[in-house]
């Protein structure tokens, strides 16, 4: 089965400019996860969808930073305007669905943002 | 909210044991382990349930102790491959926190 593909696998960008990532979750998966991993750290967790539903986006920073995933499979994240510290990998995951306890997680490849 | 490991870093020898600390400050319905090799995704290891129900990997070990809110991670005769930081991941309500990280790093 195919995993989780994300796009770009790398991007650069002056600051205050705006950014996309897109993931594709694995077919079937109604549950998915974007994670802002900083280079050293553990991923933290940004916001989860449950089908097109936002389940929790308590630590995801809504001045700059939108998430939205129409008709419940492919998703976008952005960051306008973007922040020296939000360089940092971003990854896509997902899950077959969002129980307790959760699923195991899929990541896709994720994202490599530099923002200079 | 996010747990804390032990050690942050460790270095073995291909066929020694390690044991791998997760500690929360919440209490704990689950706790999940991962392993994330250098440039790669994470990839999920196990899960461990309150009353002591495991799901994941057959040749890695894990015990959950749900008082002390803790989890270990028992890696024994331990391979080349077994290199990487690993992070526990623990649920309280709706989030999803991972650990502080622990490499570990398998030399011949």
């Known amino acids: 089965e195919a995993g989780v593909a994300q796009s770009p696998r790398y991007k650069i960008i002056e600051k205050r400019q705006s950014v996309a990532f897109w993931c594709n979750p694995i077919s079937g998966h109604a549950t998915l996860y974007w994670y802002q991993q900083i280079l050293g750290q553990g991923p933290k967790l940004l916001i989860q969808f449950q089908n097109n539903g936002v389940v929790d986006d308590s630590q995801l920073p809504k001045d700059r930073f939108s998430a939205e995933r129409l008709k419940g499979v492919d998703s976008t994240l952005k960051i306008q305007p973007a922040k020296l510290e939000d360089s940092a990998v971003y990854l896509c995951a997902s899950s077959l669905t969002l129980g307790t306890p959760r699923d195991e997680q899929y990541f896709g490849p994720g994202t490599r943002l530099t923002v200079t | 909210q996010q747990p804390v490991q032990s050690p942050q870093a460790v270095i073995l020898r291909e066929g020694e044991d390690a044991v791998i600390n997760c500690s929360s400050s919440k209490a704990l319905y689950s706790v999940h382990w991962y392993r994330q090799k250098h440039g790669e995704a994470p990839v999920f290891l196990m899960i461990?349930?309150?009353?002591?129900e495991q799901k994941g990997h057959d040749k890695i070990s894990a015990s959950f102790n749900e008082k002390k809110q803790q989890s270990s991670l028992y890696l024994t005769a331990s391979q080349l491959s077994y290199s990487g930081t690993y992070f526990c991941?623990?649920?309280?309500?709706?989030?999803?926190?991972f650990g502080t990280g622990t490499s570990l790093t398998v030399i011949p």
């Open positions: 461990l349930l309150k009353g002591g």
């Open positions: 991941g623990t649920e309280p309500g709706n989030q999803f926190y």
